[in-house]
C-alpha cells in the first residue's frame, strides 16, 4: 500500500472530496465568521432582534438566519459553536486515538497478561452506555467547560479503536520484517514506533475521522440533555434544544443547528468511509 | 439533496400553520346546563398527595377543591363565602370566630358531617406528626404551640359547642386567619381518616367529586366521579373529571386540539401566540389572574449582596421590557413585591424600575465604581447565579447577566436540576443569587410579605425568606398588618411595607407570568378561579356526537394520529 496511491484515491473519491470541502468551509466559518460579523454571539439585540409582533426576529438582511429567542445572531452564535463542536470533537478524537492506539499496541504486541488485563478494562468499558457514562461523569464534574467534555469524550471514547489496532497489531507482529528486527536486537519503542505503529496507522486514521463525528453527536447530545457546556456560550445541542419549543414560531432556531450538526456529521463520514476506501487493501490498486 | 428540497419546504410551511378547528358545542344558544359526561386535564406535571393536611403543590389545588369542602371558601372573585358552614360569626374583640355547620352534609362515605369532625379533622391536620407544609399559617390558634409541641393531647383553641357548631378561638387577633381557614389544609375529611395522618388512607371528604376505588394511578392519571351526596342539589354536572399526568407539552396541545382534552392550562408562549393570533379560536381562552411575582433573589447574608448599595443597584440595572420581550404573551414587568392579583397591588407604585444612571451610582456608592466605557471596576469577584435546567430562568438568567455585566457585576451561570435547586436556593448560606419565585397561597399580601421578607420566615432549610433579609422595621409592618383588623389600615401598613422591600431590595422585582386556559367551546361554565386555578364545580359538557366518534379515531392510529395526518395533508399545523 503506498501512501500517494491512497491519496490518490482520497482525491478520486467524489465523496471524500465533497466531505473534505465542507470540512473547510465549516473550519473557515467556525474561525472567520465571528471576526467579520457585526453581531456578538454573547450579546441580546433589543433593537433590532425583535419582531414587531414579538419573538426573534426572521431571517433577512440585519440577522441573516434570524434572531434565537433571547435575541442574539443565530448565525454568529452557530459559528461560535462550531468552534467548540469543533475544538471538543477534534481534540477529544486526538485524545482518544492516542489513548486507544497506546492501549492497542501494547495488548497485541506484549499478549499475556498486559492484553488480558488491558482488555477486560475494555470490556468493562464498553458494557456500559457510552452516553450515560459521559453524562455521569460529566454531572459529577458540576459546572462544564469545553475542556472537560473534552476529556471526559476522549477518555471514554477510547476503547472501540483501541480493540481494532490490537487486532491489526496481532497481525503485525508475526510479520518478517518484525521478527527480523528483534532479531537485529532492535529496541522494543523503536519496533512499536517505528514498525508497528506505521502499520496500524491506517485503522487509526479512519477510526480517527469516524469519531470525530461521533464526537460533534455526543457533544451535541450532552448540551441538548443539559449536561454539557453552560449557556450563554452557544454549543449546537443546547441551541437545538432552546429551539425546539419555540419551532412554531421560529423555526430557524431549530433547523440552524440541526442542520449545522447533520452537515458536519455527514462531512466527517464521507472523508472517514473515502479513507478506509483508499487505505484498505482489498480495494482494487489498494497495494 | 434535491430530493431532501420538498421535504424541508415541508416541514417551514408545517411549522407556521394554524391549529385544528375548535369543536362547536352542540347546542350554543342553549345555557341549560347537561348532566353527565367526563372532562379530561391533563398536565406535564405529577401530583404528590391529595391528603388537604400535606399537599403543597400547585397543580394539586384543582383536585383537592373537588374532593374536600371547606367551612369556608373562595368565590369565583376571591372573596371568602361560607361553604360547608351556613354561617359564621366573628367575635366583636376578633379573637372567636364561630361557625353554623348545614345540617345533612354527607360524607363520600355517606356519614354525616358533625362539629366533632371539624375538630378531629384541624388537629389531624395541625398534629406533630403530620408532614403538614402549611401547619405555621394556623400559628395564632389558641395552643397551637403546646398541640404541635406534643403538649397536649387536643388543640384548646378548637371547641366543639353543638352537634353543628364549632368555634375556633385565637390567641391574639390575625387579620388573615379566614383567608388561611379557606385554604385546604384544615378541610374536613371523612371518619376513615381517623385523627392521626397515614399516607395509605383513601382521600375522602364532602366535596362535589370522590375518588372511587383504583381513581389514583401515582403518577399517571387521576379520576374522580361524582359525589351524589353532594350538599349542593344538582352538582356537580359532570360525571367525572379525568387527569393525565406526565403528558409531554406538545402531545397535550395535540391531544386538546383533537378533543381527546377538554381544556388546557400548559400553553407555551409560541402556542399562546397562535392561540391569539386565530380569530377561531381567541374567544375560547381565558386568562388566569396574575398571581405569581419573579424576581433576582440577593441573599443578604453573602457578598456583595450584605450591601444594600450593590442591591439597589441590581434592581435599577434590570430593563424590565427586556425580560417580557422574552415571552411577550404572558409576562409582564413588576416593580413592586405583589403581582395584580393580591390585593394591595398599587398600579401607580414604581418601587423598582430601570435606571441605569442610578444603578451606577448605588455601585459608586458601594464601593464598587465601574465604568461602562472602558469596563473597568465594579465587584472583583464572579457571583455564581444558580438556575434550573431547561426552565425559563434559562433564558432570564442570561439576561440578566447581560444586564449585571453593564454595571461591573459579573454571574457565572450553574444549572442544576430541580431537586438541586430545591436543596440549594431554600437553604442558608448556600447561594448568592437566584430567581426561585413565589406564586400566591391566598389573596391577601401577607401570604407575600411574611413568607418573604419577615425574619420569622428564616430558616436553615427550606427557608421561604430565601433572601434571608432582616429588617426591623419591616418585621414590625407585618405583625402589625397581622393583628390590624381595619381593613383600610391594614392595606397602609402593607403599602409601607411594599416601599421598604422595594428600597431595601432583597428581590429586584422583574416580571409578573400570566396563564391562560383554553377550553373547546363544547365546555361550559367553566372559568379559570382565582385561587384554586380551575372551577369545575359547575362545568357541563355539550359536546357534539361526531366529535367523540372523531377523537375515537385514535383507536386505529394513536392518539390523534388520523387527524393530524389529515389536517397536514390539507395544510393544518404539523410541527
Request: proline share 8%; with cysteine.
Amino acid at each position: 500500500m503506498s501512501d500517494e496511491g491512497a491519496l490518490l484515491r482520497v482525491r478520486q473519491s467524489r465523496s471524500a472530496v465533497a466531505g473534505l470541502g465542507l470540512i473547510a468551509a465549516l473550519v473557515v466559518f467556525a474561525i472567520a465568521f465571528p471576526w467579520v460579523s457585526t453581531h456578538d454571539p454573547w450579546t441580546s439585540d433589543f433593537a433590532r432582534g425583535v419582531a414587531p409582533s414579538g419573538g426573534p426576529v426572521g431571517p433577512g438582511r440585519d440577522f441573516l438566519l434570524g434572531a434565537d429567542r433571547i435575541f442574539r445572531d443565530e448565525l454568529v452564535r452557530l459559528a461560535y459553536g462550531a468552534r467548540i463542536s469543533l475544538f471538543v470533537a477534534l481534540s477529544a478524537t486526538l485524545l482518544s486515538s492516542v489513548v486507544g492506539a497506546a492501549v492497542g499496541i501494547a495488548s497485541g504486541y506484549f499478549g499475556g497478561k498486559t492484553d488480558f488485563v488491558l482488555m477486560r478494562v475494555v470490556d468493562v468499558g464498553l458494557a456500559f452506555p457510552f452516553l450515560l457514562l459521559v453524562m455521569a461523569i460529566g454531572a459529577a464534574l458540576g459546572r462544564t467547560t469545553p475542556w472537560t467534555i473534552m476529556v471526559v469524550l476522549g477518555l471514554t471514547g477510547w476503547l472501540g479503536s483501541a480493540r481494532v489496532v490490537r487486532a491489526k497489531t496481532l497481525q503485525v507482529r508475526g510479520a518478517d520484517f518484525v521478527v527480523a528486527s528483534r532479531a537485529l536486537g532492535q529496541t522494543t519503542p523503536r519496533i512499536l514506533l517505528g514498525h508497528i505503529l506505521p502499520n496500524v496507522a491506517g485503522p487509526i486514521i479512519v477510526l480517527a475521522t469516524l469519531s470525530v463525528a461521533q464526537m460533534i453527536v455526543a457533544e451535541s447530545v450532552l448540551s441538548y440533555l443539559g449536561a454539557g457546556i453552560a449557556p450563554p456560550t452557544p454549543t449546537w445541542g443546547h441551541m437545538l434544544l432552546e429551539g425546539q419549543d419555540y419551532v412554531a414560531v421560529a423555526p430557524w432556531t431549530l433547523l440552524a443547528p440541526a442542520a449545522a450538526i447533520l452537515g458536519s456529521v455527514v462531512a466527517f463520514n464521507l472523508v472517514g468511509e473515502g479513507l478506509r476506501d483508499a487505505l484498505d487493501p482489498r480495494t482494487p490498486d489498494g497495494g | 439533496m434535491r430530493r431532501l428540497a420538498p421535504l424541508v419546504a415541508g416541514a417551514l410551511v408545517a411549522c407556521g400553520t394554524p391549529f385544528a378547528p375548535p369543536i362547536a358545542a352542540e347546542h350554543p344558544t342553549d345555557a341549560t346546563p347537561r348532566r353527565g359526561g367526563t372532562l379530561h386535564l391533563a398536565s406535564f406535571a405529577d401530583i404528590r398527595a391529595l391528603d388537604p393536611a400535606v399537599a403543597s403543590d400547585d397543580l394539586a389545588a384543582t383536585p383537592i377543591e373537588a374532593l374536600f369542602a371547606g367551612l369556608v371558601d373562595y368565590d369565583a372573585s376571591a372573596q371568602i363565602v361560607p361553604d360547608l358552614a351556613r354561617r359564621f360569626e366573628v367575635s366583636p374583640d376578633g379573637l372567636v370566630y364561630r361557625f353554623f355547620l348545614r345540617e345533612g352534609v354527607r360524607f363520600h362515605d355517606g356519614s354525616e358531617l358533625l362539629a366533632a369532625d371539624v375538630k378531629r379533622s384541624i388537629e389531624r391536620a395541625l398534629h406533630p406528626t403530620t408532614p403538614n407544609p402549611a401547619a405555621s399559617l394556623y400559628d395564632t390558634i389558641a395552643g397551637f404551640e403546646a398541640f404541635t409541641g406534643g403538649k397536649a393531647e387536643h388543640l384548646d383553641g378548637v371547641a366543639v359547642e353543638g352537634r353543628y357548631v364549632v368555634a375556633i378561638r385565637l390567641k391574639e387577633t390575625d387579620a388573615r386567619f379566614l383567608s388561611v381557614l379557606a385554604l385546604h389544609p384544615l378541610r374536613p375529611v371523612c371518619p376513615s381518616a381517623g385523627d392521626r395522618y397515614d399516607d395509605a388512607w383513601v382521600p375522602c371528604g364532602a366535596g362535589p367529586y370522590r375518588l372511587p376505588p383504583g381513581g389514583w394511578d401515582r403518577g399517571r392519571s387521576l379520576l374522580l366521579t361524582r359525589h351524589e351526596g353532594y350538599f349542593r342539589p344538582g352538582l356537580p354536572h359532570l360525571d367525572a373529571l379525568q387527569w393525565t399526568f406526565s403528558m409531554n407539552r406538545a402531545a397535550e396541545l395535540y391531544a386538546f386540539e383533537d378533543g381527546d382534552l377538554d381544556l388546557t392550562h400548559d400553553l407555551g408562549d409560541a402556542d399562546l401566540q397562535a392561540l391569539r393570533a386565530d380569530p377561531r379560536w381567541a374567544p375560547f381562552l381565558s386568562p388566569e389572574p396574575d398571581r405569581t411575582i419573579d424576581g433576582e433573589v440577593m441573599n443578604t447574608e453573602i457578598p456583595p449582596f450584605d450591601r444594600v448599595e450593590v442591591r439597589r443597584a441590581v434592581a435599577a440595572a434590570i430593563d424590565r421590557e427586556h425580560y417580557r420581550a422574552y415571552k411577550p404573551e404572558s409576562l409582564s414587568p413588576a416593580s413592586q413585591a405583589l403581582p395584580p392579583a393580591v390585593p394591595g397591588y398599587d398600579p401607580h407604585f414604581d418601587g423598582q424600575r430601570y435606571d441605569y444612571a442610578a444603578a451606577l451610582a448605588h455601585m459608586a456608592k458601594a464601593g464598587y465604581p465601574y465604568d461602562p466605557a472602558t469596563g473597568q471596576g465594579g465587584y472583583p469577584g464572579v457571583i455564581p447565579y444558580y438556575l434550573v435546567r431547561q426552565g425559563s430562568t434559562e433564558y432570564t438568567a442570561q439576561i440578566l447577566q447581560q444586564e449585571l455585566a453593564k454595571i461591573g457585576l459579573r454571574l457565572e451561570l450553574h444549572l442544576v436540576s430541580w431537586p438541586t435547586f430545591l436543596s440549594l436556593a431554600y437553604t442558608r448560606h448556600a447561594v448568592a443569587m437566584a430567581s426561585p419565585g413565589w406564586a400566591m397561597d391566598y389573596p391577601d399580601p401577607s401570604d407575600f410579605f411574611e413568607a418573604l421578607f419577615s425574619s420569622k420566615a428564616i430558616r436553615g432549610e427550606q427557608s421561604t425568606n430565601t433572601a434571608f433579609f432582616k429588617d426591623p422595621h419591616l418585621d414590625d409592618l407585618i405583625e402589625r398588618a397581622r393583628h390590624e383588623l381595619d381593613p383600610g389600615r391594614r392595606m397602609a401598613l402593607f403599602t409601607e411595607a411594599n416601599h421598604v422591600v422595594c428600597d431595601e431590595a432583597p428581590w429586584a422585582f422583574t416580571v409578573t407570568q400570566r396563564f391562560e386556559d383554553v377550553a373547546q367551546p363544547y365546555v361550559r361554565g367553566f372559568r379559570p378561579h382565582p385561587v384554586w386555578t380551575f372551577q369545575t364545580a359547575d362545568t357541563w359538557l355539550d359536546r357534539p356526537p361526531r366529535a367523540r366518534r372523531e377523537a375515537l379515531g385514535l383507536l386505529w392510529g394513536g392518539r390523534g394520529v388520523p387527524d393530524r395526518w389529515l389536517a397536514s395533508v390539507r395544510g393544518g399545523r404539523g410541527w
